[in-house]
């Protein structure tokens, strides 16, 4: 990647009835949530809902943000944010496993 | 060569004359010119710097004998918590990467600015209002606030002083620093001329390129975490203090997961300064220059796994603490590995001690005392025994301004004919060196000692005992304050007496040396292609081998 190489890339287009249709699912799974809310899970409240809100997370990564049609090295770089982040997260929560 | 020539005859001010759109102050707080914007960052910070210093100096003096010697004991905690926050966030983050960064690495890597120009004044901007927004915090009624840099609840959440302002300027100023690391990354990534592979790129440039990623992942975990403070301040929701059914040592993991990354944000640059300068005056090519480039990223990655060893006597599990002590020593690998690629390139160089090289050695004794004291606080046991202590104290400003600081003055001296196109005078350069370093070990390593002994950090007052080893600090504090006002004294008179300098005085092989002292508005008339690595002495090298 230099100044050589910052050729424009192909746009892509997503149609309206496409954001529509995540936008619709995106909707459904935050109904979802609330619902699961409402029912005694026990420990599995906090996975359920970090699951279904990874996968909407994903939803706009990939479509609204346009993720999926980005060179490798972008996709890359959320990669790494992401494992970053989780790894604070599994180390900061691991102490009280061992209390 | 006839570019260079060109401007450095008398009165070639190169983008100094070229203030764009606007003219006079607006021409350059409204300027997107990268090297206008690291020289607002330099004139910002300097103010902000002296005025910590001067907290410093006068904390110092309270300490000179026991009970109150000039403040009373509130007043006291508002100068270290100032002297914390203003040091650290306003002088030692931004520090290398928002003046020399910014000046440098868009030259450096053969490109005309950094990618995103506006969102770099942007930075500048949010820096000044962070920036002025904790000054002012000062004069609000209620007082300034007394926490310590840390914030730690669930006394930020308690105390009637501006807690409140200074957490909003710290929010603001780390949204700054986040988009300096953007800003870095993506003009390492698609600004580099042709020819510049990622092994060509100066040594400086990947100490920034790590540091950018720590700015971007680290930063919004400390912003969000102060928003949450300032939201139980406000709304009495209970997150961190006990009180209100919060967890205080959550706050503590989630202050550290940034503010111990924040250490190599800012000791990164500075290591990376050392393996720019030390080349150029050994006059030899870097040792290991893989090793190096690599061990930046390394300090990076392991630098952020470790936040829990400011934590070892909070109740953390014995699961928890070793898991940590072990990290911590982990990080000393690729710390050393620079350290000893550092001597390596020293050995047999035909060595120049020109100001910015006394300073870089400087650096290199002192960093490694804070380097060792650091494994010392990574060891449980001993951590027990000084956690809180002077000890502390004494091993972060070995690092931080025995490291970072005394790099920033060597790459002062370093760049300032680029910068500013005049040359400086050695003699007092040659003298404020001597009296920063000694000064600087004059007074923190007392510390050192007096921690050993059991002085607690942040205390007003303390046993008689300790007065012998507080007095040879204060005094190491005025040493050091004179090196630093001669050291100002001396590039301030150069900037308008100074001799023209030339387009390279030093003999560097990075691109900065190629333009003309300053640089002209796009840095370059044509975008050049590079054929080698950058610090390529093999002349020399060659030379003393056939003369031995």
New interface residues.
């Given amino acids: 990647?230099?100044?050589?190489d910052?050729s424009a890339h192909a746009q892509h287009v997503v149609s309206y009835s496409r954001y529509v249709v995540i936008w619709f699912g995106l909707v459904a799974l935050t109904a979802l949530t609330v619902a699961l809310a409402g029912i005694e899970l026990g420990r599995w409240v906090i996975i359920t809902a970090l699951v279904i809100a990874s996968i909407k997370s994903l939803l706009v990564l990939n479509i609204f943000m346009h993720l999926r049609f980005e060179d490798r090295?972008f996709r890359l770089f959320t990669v790494?944010?992401f494992v970053?982040?989780l790894?604070?997260i599994v180390?900061?929560f691991?102490?009280?496993?061992?209390? | 060569m006839t570019q260079a020539a060109a401007h450095t005859l008398p009165g070639g001010r190169g983008f100094y004359d070229e203030p764009g759109r606007h003219t006079g102050i607006r021409g350059w707080i409204f300027s997107t010119d990268h090297k206008r914007i690291g020289l607002l960052y330099l004139g910002s910070m300097s103010v902000f710097f002296l005025t910590a210093l001067t907290l410093g100096v006068l904390m110092r003096l309270e300490m000179l004998s026991p009970g109150k010697t000039i403040v009373e004991p509130q007043t006291y905690n508002t100068f270290f918590t100032l002297h914390g926050i203003m040091m650290i966030f306003l002088f030692i983050i931004p520090g290398l990467p928002a003046v020399f960064g910014n000046f440098l690495l868009p030259i450096m890597i053969g490109a005309k600015d950094v990618f995103f120009p506006r969102l770099n004044l942007l930075s500048w901007w949010l820096f000044m209002i962070g920036g002025l927004l904790a000054l002012a915090s000062v004069f609000f009624p209620g007082g300034a606030a007394d926490t310590g840099w840390t914030f730690y609840v669930p006394y930020s959440v308690r105390t009637s002083t501006n807690v409140l302002p200074a957490l909003i300027a710290a929010f603001i100023l780390g949204f700054s620093s986040i988009l300096t690391g953007l800003n870095f990354v993506t003009t390492i990534h698609r600004m580099r001329a042709p020819g510049m592979d990622w092994f060509r790129m100066p040594l400086f440039v990947w100490s920034l390129y790590a540091t950018a990623w720590i700015q971007i992942l680290a930063t919004p975990i400390v912003g969000i975490t102060l928003l949450l403070v300032a939201v139980e301040r406000m709304f009495g929701v209970g997150i961190f203090d006990p009180a209100l059914g919060g967890d205080p040592v959550l706050f503590q993991h989630l202050f550290w997961i940034y503010s111990h990354p924040a250490v190599y944000i800012m000791v990164l640059p500075g290591l990376g300064v050392v393996s720019e300068i030390l080349p150029v005056f050994a006059r030899r090519t870097i040792f290991g220059y893989k090793f190096i480039a690599y061990s930046s990223l390394a300090i990076a990655f392991l630098g952020s796994l470790v936040w829990a060893h400011h934590m070892f006597t909070v109740g953390m599990s014995n699961t928890g603490m070793f898991v940590f002590s072990l990290l911590t020593f982990l990080v000393s690998i690729p710390s050393a590995i620079k350290v000893f690629n550092w001597i390596a390139t020293l050995y047999k160089g035909s060595i120049a001690l020109e100001p910015p090289l006394l300073f870089i050695l400087s650096f290199i004794i002192q960093f490694s005392i804070g380097g060792f004291t650091g494994l010392m606080l990574g060891a449980l046991a001993v951590n027990i025994h000084v956690q809180d202590t002077y000890f502390v104290v004494g091993h972060f400003h070995y690092v931080m301004f025995g490291g970072t600081g005394f790099g920033l003055f060597a790459a002062m001296h370093y760049w300032f004919p680029k910068m500013f196109g005049r040359m400086y005078k050695k003699g007092p350069a040659v003298v404020a060196w001597a009296l920063t370093t000694l000064g600087f070990n004059m007074l923190y390593f007392p510390f050192l000692i007096l921690g050993y002994m059991g002085m607690p950090r942040r205390y007003y007052d303390y046993l008689p005992e300790y007065q012998s080893v507080h007095v040879v600090a204060t005094v190491g504090s005025w040493v050091l304050a004179l090196g630093v006002i001669i050291l100002i004294v001396n590039l301030l008179v150069s900037l308008r007496r100074g001799a023209i300098a030339p387009a390279n005085p030093w003999g560097g092989k990075t691109l900065e040396w190629t333009v003309p002292s300053p640089p002209p508005m796009e840095n370059f008339d044509t975008i050049p292609t590079v054929t080698t690595g950058p610090y390529d002495y093999s002349e020399y090298e060659q030379r003393s081998a056939e003369h031995p």
Wanted: aromatic share 24%; glycine share 0%; no cysteine.
């Fill in positions: 990647m230099s100044h050589t910052q090295v790494v944010a970053t982040f790894i604070f180390m900061t691991f102490d009280y496993a061992f209390h």
